[in-house]
């Protein structure tokens, strides 16, 4: 049977998982034989003017206590609430955690019953990001909203975020202009005579062009064939 042909959707705001998040996720499903979750923490970027919210934001993984196997990874709920006391108690608004990533081990990435129960379990009454992932490197983000209905997609276009490092452009600005020498001869687009383009035609196959390919190669230097002066009899 054919897979599935993926197409994302884009939703008009970027969600975004930093890099150092998702390489500890990265790494947890490679130390896992099976499945393996972790919850993660979620920024609201807001347009200053309008305040919608123009990207979602995963910024740091957690795991917790849990008992895996091959198809399933069953969160302590003990150790949610601990983690939560830790987070308040750090200053971390605990509205925040809205990510549920979990691996499939080597199964793929898709959503299966048991992860739609566990989303539904961990609704908090507005919306959770959720993102799957497998030992292949296989990813699907999900968005879901509770409110006023549940409505979800299974999958949305997201993308690693890479945070600036402070200074590295400046630097790589002087580098490139202290070690790069660049050269380039500008191409003169000039108007052909027709007795001009008669000669070149001549030469085309020796410069392995065809005639019937002539009007594709003026194209090709920027020059419109109906522009070529009406032929003048010899």
């Known amino acids: 049977m054919n897979s599935k042909q993926r197409d994302p959707v884009d939703l008009g705001m ?8 998702m390489q500890k996720l990265w790494l947890w499903t490679g130390l896992a034989q099976g499945e393996v979750s972790a919850l993660g923490l979620v920024d609201e970027i807001r347009n200053e003017d309008t305040g919608a919210i123009v990207t979602l934001k995963v910024t740091d993984f957690f795991l917790v206590k849990q008992t895996c196997s091959e198809a399933d990874t069953d969160l302590d709920p003990e150790a949610i609430a601990q983690l939560m006391i830790e987070l ?18 080597s199964m793929g990435a898709f959503w299966s019953g048991t992860d739609n129960e566990t989303i539904v379990g961990l609704a908090n009454g507005e919306w959770l990001l959720s993102l799957v992932v497998d030992k292949k490197r296989e990813t699907m983000m999900r968005l879901d909203q509770f409110h006023p209905v549940h409505l979800y997609l299974e999958d949305v276009v997201w993308e690693v975020s890479y945070p600036a490092v402070e200074g590295l452009e400046e630097q790589c600005r002087k580098e490139f202009k202290a070690k790069v020498t660049e050269g380039y001869q500008a191409i003169k687009l000039t108007k052909l005579s027709t007795t001009e383009e008669l000669h070149r035609q001549e030469q085309l196959p020796q410069l392995g062009i065809m005639p019937d390919d002539l009007d594709e190669d003026l194209w090709w230097q920027g020059v419109d064939p109906d522009d070529l002066e009406e032929h003048q009899p010899f």
Not at 14 to 21: E, G, L, P, R, S
Not at 93 to 105: E, F, K, N, P, Q
């Open 14 to 21: 970027k969600i975004q998982v930093d890099a150092t998040a």
């Open 88 to 105: 308040e108690a750090s200053g971390i608004d605990t509205s925040r955690l809205r990510c549920w990533a979990h691996s499939h081990g």
